[in-house]
């Protein structure tokens, strides 16, 4: 199975996996899916975030990035209410802390 970060991916056919990925969550397609599914999918969207969105080159393009936003709301207005992610906050706090790393600059204070 080919991931979805694979490096010969262009950027336009990832926004359509992301924006497919989207339709089936707010669809009700991720409501609908066994759960084991539904965290798949949440799982691999998460990462390849935190992989910053591996295979882009340099920085990952404002339309990603924000299709990608959309996705993860679709994903969390699925799943959170209904108790299939309890550890969104956790992931959430996670995910933040990666992206915040991921500029180059230095998280520790040299005094």
Known sequence: MARF???ATPPEVRFW???TLGDWAR????????AADADAARTEALSWLARGG???PAALPPFLRNKAAQVVAALVAAD???GRWPGFFRDAVGLVVVMEGDDGASTSSSA
């Open 5 to 7: 970060g694979a490096a």
């Open 17 to 19: 996996c992301l924006q």
């Open 27 to 34: 669809g009700g397609g991720c409501a609908a899916a066994p």
């Open 54 to 56: 591996e295979g882009c």
């Open 80 to 82: 959170f209410p209904a």
